[in-house]
């Protein structure tokens, strides 16, 4: 018995070694080549001494001066209106768990996504602590030096108390991208996938698989967007959250209040039977779901498998058993539910407004216009959302959010639907032309090795 179990352990790392590459060597030969991914540049002209003399000392001063009597005036002269702090304490990084500084490549990434899809200088920085009153304390000392803040890779459940905390204590707006981010593009990638299936968000029998940071704020944005709340279950890893269940933190209980009306108990089996939809967002597979269990939902059942790096379901075992539409959050299968086709440009857009917060109604704006784009595409049981090579799509977001921004109260300057999308779309493309001249001029050398293989 112990030989077979040894066995499986050894197997299942074989998978997720397989699931990696090839891209797993090319990345590390080219964060080693490059020295990671992001640095700092400069936005003004420098051609003599006296150049300098204006942009530092004296000329500096001057407006120095004029911001300490005008505060509002710092987004005018300097670049704080689009610096982004994206923090972490390295607790819960994609499918790695709790690595702590470990996790820099992954937010150095991110800020590299915030830079090439919405032109935002985004600075990754790791916090040395994991207690959650110092990283508040942390981030609000260095607040303004930024237009907004990004909270990734914290461990639940203190990210929903840290996130509380400081979007009531920080006149600027805080996004939990594993929170938020994931429930925007969860959101508009299922309302896509009902309209191929012919079935309403608000008759939807939904089974969320996990009940982590992801899960349960991707479940509060549904139930926002017209999804029962009472027919929706809610399964962790003992089984269905249910109302006066022992053993659960206060927000797993705050949402079995809402869910499961029908006090449903038992195991992800059980509430699987009859679902039409199950939301997958727990620990990487495969195994977490079987093809036994999509065999006994109801017709046309829509599977979004999730975790980081492999799926809790192989998207051809989905099938096989009968799902109809699958999504993972992969790149290499059809259907990538990724946060990077929401986040640079919900930035974007609250930056531009220099919004205060954000709220249910730019959300909800978010994703209603990233499931728009990919609906004038052409919806297709493998193509329910667009990718993050559909440049045209980070304006329309970004002036979406601004207009919803505007709309809700929390915009400190506002702006016509027209000026936001012209803004975002000079912003953004230019900086990929800025990225283009550069790696053209061999600035910005080619990697030492070939692509990765093309998609299938």
């Known amino acids: 018995m112990i030989f077979f179990y040894i066995w499986f352990i050894v197997i299942k790392k074989l998978e997720e070694t397989i699931m990696i590459e090839p891209y ?5 030969e080219w964060h080693r080549y490059y020295k990671g991914k992001i640095g700092v540049t400069i936005k003004t002209p420098i051609t003599s001494y006296e150049d300098l003399a204006i942009l530092y000392a004296p000329g500096v001063a001057q407006p120095c001066i004029e911001i300490n009597e005008d505060k509002e005036k710092i987004y005018e002269y300097t670049n704080v209106g689009n610096f982004v702090a994206v ?44 207690d959650p009153d110092e990283i508040v304390q942390a981030v609000k000392w260095i607040s303004q030096s930024f237009g907004g803040v990004n909270l990734e890779d914290i461990d639940a459940p203190k990210c929903f108390g840290i996130y509380e ?17 994931t429930a925007i593009v969860v959101l508009a990638a299922l309302k896509n996938a009902l309209k191929l299936v012919g079935k309403k968000l608000k008759e939807l029998h939904i089974v969320m698989v996990g009940a982590g940071t992801a899960s349960l704020a991707s479940a509060k944005l549904l139930i926002e967007a017209g999804a029962n709340a009472e027919d929706m279950i809610i399964v962790d890893s003992k089984g269905i959250l249910y109302q006066g269940r022992p053993d659960m933190d206060k927000y797993k209980a705050e949402m079995a209040e809402k869910t499961n009306r029908r006090m449903l108990k038992g195991s992800l089996r059980d509430a699987l039977k009859g ?22 939902m109801a017709d046309k059942p829509i599977i979004f498998a999730l975790a980081n790096p492999t799926p809790e379901i192989p998207p051809e075992e989905a099938l096989e058993a009968g799902a109809k539409i699958v999504a993972t959050g992969r790149a290499d299968y ?91 779309q000079l912003r953004i493309s230019r900086y990929r032309r800025t990225l283009q001249l550069l790696m053209r001029e061999g600035i910005i050398p080619p990697p030492p090795t070939i692509k990765p293989p093309a998609q299938p």
């Open 165 to 181: 905390r400081l979007s009531n204590e920080l006149d600027i707006p805080v996004f939990h991208d594993d929170q938020h981010g």
């Open 87 to 130: 923090i972490t304490d390295g607790s819960r990084v994609l499918g790695l768990g709790n690595i702590g500084r470990a996790g820099m490549p992954v937010i150095e990434a991110k800020a590299l996504l915030f830079k090439y899809l919405g032109d935002i200088d985004a600075f990754p920085i790791f916090i040395s602590t994991q």
């Open 334 to 424: 059809p259907n990538q539910i990724n946060n990077s086709i929401c986040f640079p440009a919900v930035f974007r857009g609250l930056l531009d407004v220099r919004a205060r917060g954000v709220n249910t109604s730019i959300m909800l704006a978010a994703a209603y216009e990233i499931g728009r784009y990919a609906e004038e595409q052409g919806l297709k049981e493998n193509h329910i959302l667009p990718t993050m090579m559909d440049t045209d799509l980070y304006p329309r977001v970004a002036a979406a959010v601004g207009r919803a921004a505007i709309e809700s109260g929390v915009a400190r300057v506002k702006h016509t639907y027209e000026e936001l999308m012209e803004k975002a």
């Open 275 to 296: 679902a039409d939809v199950a939301i997958a967002l727990s620990k990487p597979g495969p195994g977490v779901l079987t093809g036994d269990m999509i065999s006994t």
């Open 24 to 28: 797993g060597k090319l990345a590390v």
